[in-house]
């Protein structure tokens, strides 16, 4: 009989933390890789405990400095604090480390709009857009699209919102291709839909909708 995926889920992050006990009170037998400081790290965020989060973000950058992903996890909770330009200065330091990490773009354009800086988020949004392609691609146009929705540029918003259909036909038409050629998995199709659900596609239909009504009203 299989075990319980999820009992051992808790098992192992059970076990994480004691780990991770053991080292802050100096134990050096034992050992925590990036990826487990990342599980840490987001077990504290879920439970809302933004001191302990930090405190392990803190302890694991000490461990792993010129980790991009420990710093980008840092300035997720300094923005839970609201210290966004504390936040904005880390994940600097993080994109010398690594540009290519999307979230760096997706932090960044939450601080700055915190900041009331909606020039800025456009601007490194825009730019980002040339970075990246596929699905990161459109996971950057919704941003940009809640970005000009907040500040109500509702003809940006809808072409943001063309662009973001475009590029999904394009995708899932590239993707057929090959899992009817056998180059991709029956799996491969299935995160790919996982991603479109993901994607807050009810957001896309709830923006598109409302663009639509307001165009109308205009009318």
Known sequence: MKENPYREDRENLRELLKQYENLKNGHSYSFLDEEAFEKIIDYYQEKEDTGSA??????????????????????????????????LDVLEQAALLD???????????????????????VVLLEEALQLFEGQERIELLFELADVYDDYEEFDKVFDCLKMILWKMTLIMKKRFIKYVSGQISQDGMRKVFAFINRSSMNSLITNWHGLILLQLTRD
Request: proline share 2%.
């Open 99 to 121: 540009s290519g990490d999307i979230n760096l773009y997706i932090l960044k354009t939450d601080a700055y709009l915190a900041l009331d800086q909606q020039g800025k988020a």
């Open 54 to 87: 930090m405190e392990a973000a803190q302890f694991a950058i000490e461990q792993y400095p010129y980790s991009a992903m420990l710093l980008i996890k840092k300035a997720d909770i300094l923005l839970a604090l609201r210290r966004y330009g504390d936040a």
